[in-house]
């Protein structure tokens, strides 16, 4: 079946440039999660909703950073004046309802922002 | 909180051989952890876990060994292929708010020589 899917793939900003993206996740996941992964580095952790809610976002590092999920599906990561320490991938995962320390995330193939 | 890192930055090796990648976390209650791969241009994926209460697991060609007296822990992959050639990283998952964060390590890039 289809996994999470990311839009776009590649996305290169001019500093100040305002960016959202977007992540498509599993059908009848109600989980679902971002994180960055700077260049040779480990994804970290930015923000995560349950449906529609977003019960933390504690890993966002910095107010220009917003992420939304409206209808409980569809998620945007939105970053406004976007700043060169900004260029990552920014990974979207998703995952089921069912509660526990176990529940496999599955992750969408990135986008990667550039910005110059 | 949690800090997760990784021996070996790089692991070059035969096609055919057997590759080990070393991790160390830092949180003595942390009680499952992940093996992920991650190929060029795509995100991680899930290849293995374990529990705290095993010291050993196995899948197909590869084996999770927990050490939890020195808080580290081993991914062995057996007959290493090209296909294998990827970044691993070992995660900790933390319930938060009744979803699961998880805390990578650096990675570990492994290249196989034909």
């Known amino acids: 079946g289809a996994g999470v899917s990311q839009s776009p793939r590649y996305k290169v900003a001019k500093r100040g440039q305002d960016v959202a993206l977007r992540c498509d996740p599993i059908s009848g996941h109600v989980s679902l999660f971002w994180y960055q992964q700077a260049l040779g580095q480990g994804p970290e952790f930015l923000t995560y909703?349950?449906?529609?809610?977003?019960?933390?976002k504690s890993g966002l590092p910095s107010d220009r950073f917003f992420a939304e999920r409206p209808e409980g599906s569809v998620s945007t990561l939105k970053i406004q004046r976007t700043q060169q320490e900004d260029s990552a991938v920014y990974l979207c995962a998703s995952t089921t309802p069912v509660a526990g320390v176990d529940n496999e995330q599955f992750f969408g193939p990135g986008t990667r922002l550039t910005v110059l | 909180g949690e800090s997760v890192g990784l021996h070996l930055p790089t692991l070059s090796v035969q096609e055919g051989d057997n590759s080990i990648i070393n991790c160390a976390y830092s949180?003595?209650?942390?009680?499952?952890f992940i093996w992920y791969k991650q190929e060029s241009g795509k995100g991680p994926q899930f290849i293995i876990d374990?529990?705290?209460?095993?010291d050993k697991r196995q899948g197909q060609r590869v084996t999770v060994l927990l050490n939890k007296t020195v808080k580290h822990l081993s991914l062995q992959i057996a007959a290493t292929q090209p296909g294998d050639s990827a970044v691993y990283f070992c995660a900790v998952p933390r319930i938060v708010a009744a979803g699961n964060k998880l805390t990578f390590g650096g990675g570990t890039r492994v290249l196989v020589k034909p």
């Open positions: 374990i529990r705290s209460n095993m």
């Open positions: 909703f349950q449906n529609e809610a977003q019960l933390d």
């Open positions: 949180n003595s209650a942390s009680d499952y």
